[in-house]
């Protein structure tokens, strides 16, 4: 397998996470879905030719991003999962078709189809019929604590209606924003003079994370139910539509355009129809969600590991739209990486009006052929900012002006170097280029590295600016003298400021490296070293060779992290920072039981003691890997009461068959 193999893979797992953390976490995306959609098939299709690079924190393994810190998080009892996307009519049709052959027939599957919601998806939990907490989806596995809001939603029961509902029941769904409210909203902003929302979808986020309930419910928040989560016993029906009815029944809300739907014709019918009323819905919706009926079938087809099989998203078809560029703008990263921005003539779009587009760098500027005062094709796919995908044929009256690539940086002056690879151009200022100052400490204070809170963009461009901030370092040399003279900063939130400073300090050695931005080293790079070598020393002392025999480190990371450590620069800087008394907390090791270790576990039934989550945690914490579906592979299956077809199953197949006492003396 070829290094460059390796280094796309890192390089795309790291785009990835960064944008589902702007997406799912700050509510503000940078990329169109269209684009991270082709990165994440990209990556999915190099893990399946690959699948030595598979790794457990692979974008593909997991769903989303990190919960918020500002509200108490919640685990869910059985992760919410995202769903796989197809964009055709070919994509439904080879949906069907790898679920006929897994389940082994020829008859036509039983689908439901429903309207895919773009808004944010929630977990309420109900215990006897009372709304216990009300969670977003986070990670996957942890979400936020959103109770106090979503009891605000008028759609959401906070007593479940009638009877014969289980002791414990999670609902999950959709919170959105009908575009009435939403365009309510924005002309209120206006009057106020706030800044108003970009679509309807950022709304419902921004609302849902308002600290004062009552801002939530002035913003008209709908919920729709689509699923059921975890259920403590039997007593619903079989399928998704009539468990949907019965969840109609107790009070909540479903989507009227839901519909069953047999074989992948009907499917397809489906989604022509409701493209055609997609724009009299009365809310935005992103696609069509089809999932297979029969509840016995799904277990049977069951998950991978970011996913059900058995259910799949029909993503619409980007939006586009023709406008005129204007100018070509420089902008310059925390790496020094010039990146140019187009500036459009302002276009309504996919619901926004957009003005700005990336373009990546100058290689994507000569694909296109564009030139200042071309009419352009830009598409925009969900609520982010567009892509220029083509250029339109230029007219004989057509006036136009070269783009020029700039040979100094716009922000410091310094020299611009092109890299061997000939696609990326950075400034060679350093530290000495403010724009790459910025982004350096902003990078540094961000939510994923040491987590200063309050260290927003426009307080790191103020320090930088009045030059109270020369390096990340200087963030510890701030005092409350200096920072109140800034613009907006009051006594307290200086003292505020200075307290997130102080408490970066306790950190753990994974995100103290991720911090400091060493080319290449993403996350997942960071706890990998972190967990190798224990200590900062002992990987400042690596060498490359020792450094390009851990799993996923190539020899260009290698030599990125080996250089790094011995620049004087890095030497300086982080004998500065460990002077200012950063502590590194331990990271926790995994405990490991031989006879467990590696092996595959499937959990069915009711248990006679323990929930099945307690004991899955209990499972992985002793390194057995827990799965949904018996297979040929499975090395154990735990069954309680009413194992089902799980407990037949792996009779057929010989597997070995414990119930709860057995494995816990295991253990």
Not at 307 to 326: D, G, N, S
Not at 423 to 429: D, H, Q
Not at 468 to 490: F, H, K, P, Q, S
């Amino acid at each position: 397998m070829a290094a460059s193999i390796n280094t796309e893979v890192k390089t795309l797992r790291e785009k990835i996470n960064d944008f589902n953390y702007q997406y799912y976490v700050l509510d503000s995306p940078s990329v169109p879905d269209a684009e991270f959609d082709r990165l994440f098939r990209r990556l999915v299709s190099l893990e399946s030719e690959y699948p030595e690079l598979v790794t457990k924190d692979s974008p593909s393994q997991r769903v989303g991003a990190q919960p918020l810190s500002k509200f108490d998080q919640i685990t869910h009892k059985i992760p919410m999962l995202s769903l796989d996307n197809v964009f055709d009519n070919d994509g439904i049709e080879h949906f069907q078709k790898k679920l006929l052959n897994i389940l082994n027939t020829e008859e036509s599957i039983n689908f439901v189809g429903e309207p895919k919601l773009d808004g944010i998806a929630v977990s309420l939990f109900y215990r006897n019929g009372s709304l216990e907490y009300g969670a977003t989806r986070g990670d996957g596995k942890t979400g936020e604590d959103i109770t106090q809001n979503v009891r605000t939603i008028n759609s959401i029961p906070l007593t479940l209606l009638g009877n014969g509902f289980p002791e414990e029941l999670e609902v999950r769904g959709e919170i959105f924003m009908p575009n009435d409210s939403f365009v309510a909203l924005n002309e209120s902003a206006v009057k106020l003079e706030q800044k108003a929302f970009v679509n309807p979808r950022n709304a419902a986020a921004g609302s849902l994370r308002q600290l004062d309930p009552k801002i939530t419910a002035s913003r008209r928040l709908k919920m729709c139910a689509y699923s059921l989560g975890f259920v403590s016993d039997n007593s619903l029906p079989d399928n998704h539509y009539d468990a949907l009815n019965q969840l109609k029944s107790w009070g909540f809300v479903i989507n009227s355009e839901m519909k069953i739907l047999k074989g992948e014709q009907e499917c397809i019918s489906y989604c022509e129809d409701l493209g055609l009323k997609r724009d009299k819905l009365g809310y935005e919706i992103d696609g069509i969600v089809f999932k297979v009926n029969d509840f016995s079938q799904q277990e049977t087809l069951g998950f991978i590991s970011r996913a059900p099989r058995w259910a799949v998203a029909y993503k619409f078809p980007a939006q586009e739209e023709i406008t005129t560029l204007l100018a070509v703008d420089f902008q310059v990263g925390r790496t020094g990486a010039i990146t140019p921005v187009a500036r459009l003539a302002p276009v309504f779009v996919g619901g926004v009006t957009v003005s700005n587009a990336t373009l990546h760098n100058m290689d994507e500027i000569m694909r296109l052929g564009l030139e200042i005062g071309d009419q352009v094709i830009i598409r925009r796919a969900g609520d982010v900012i567009p892509k220029i995908v083509s250029r339109v044929p230029r007219e004989s009256s057509t006036v136009t002006t070269k783009i020029d690539f700039p040979k100094v940086c716009p922000v410091c002056q310094s020299t611009i170097k092109v890299e061997d690879s000939g696609t990326i151009a950075r400034c060679t200022g350093g530290m000495l280029c403010s724009a790459q100052l910025k982004e350096s400490i902003k990078h540094f204070a961000s939510r994923k590295a040491l987590d200063i809170d309050g260290l927003g963009d426009k307080l790191v461009d103020q320090l930088v600016e009045k030059q109270l901030v020369t390096g990340v370092a200087g963030l510890y040399r701030l005092d409350l003298n200096n920072l109140v003279l800034l613009e907006r900063m009051a006594e307290k939130s200086a003292k505020n400021i200075l307290e997130a400073i102080e408490l970066s300090k306790d950190t753990s050695l994974d995100k103290f490296i991720f911090a400091l931005g060493i080319p290449e080293v993403g996350l997942t790079t960071a706890e990998l070293l972190a967990n190798h070598f224990e200590g900062l020393e002992t990987l400042r002392d690596a060498d490359e060779i020792t450094l390009q025999n851990l799993p996923d480190v190539g020899p260009i990371m290698a030599r990125n992290i080996y250089t790094y450590f011995r620049k004087n620069s890095s030497e300086i800087l982080i004998s500065e920072l460990l002077g200012f008394g950063f502590r590194f907390k331990q990271m926790p090791k995994a405990k490991t039981n031989d006879k467990l270790f590696g092996k595959i576990v499937v959990i069915t039934g009711t248990l006679p003691n323990l929930k099945r989550d307690e004991l899955k945690s209990i499972l992985k914490a002793n390194g057995a890997k827990v799965q949904s579906s018996i297979s040929k592979k499975t090395d154990y299956l735990v069954a309680g009461e009413s194992a089902g077809s799980k407990l037949e199953k792996a009779e057929r197949l010989k597997i070995t068959i414990l119930d709860e006492q057995k494995i816990l003396t295991m253990i």
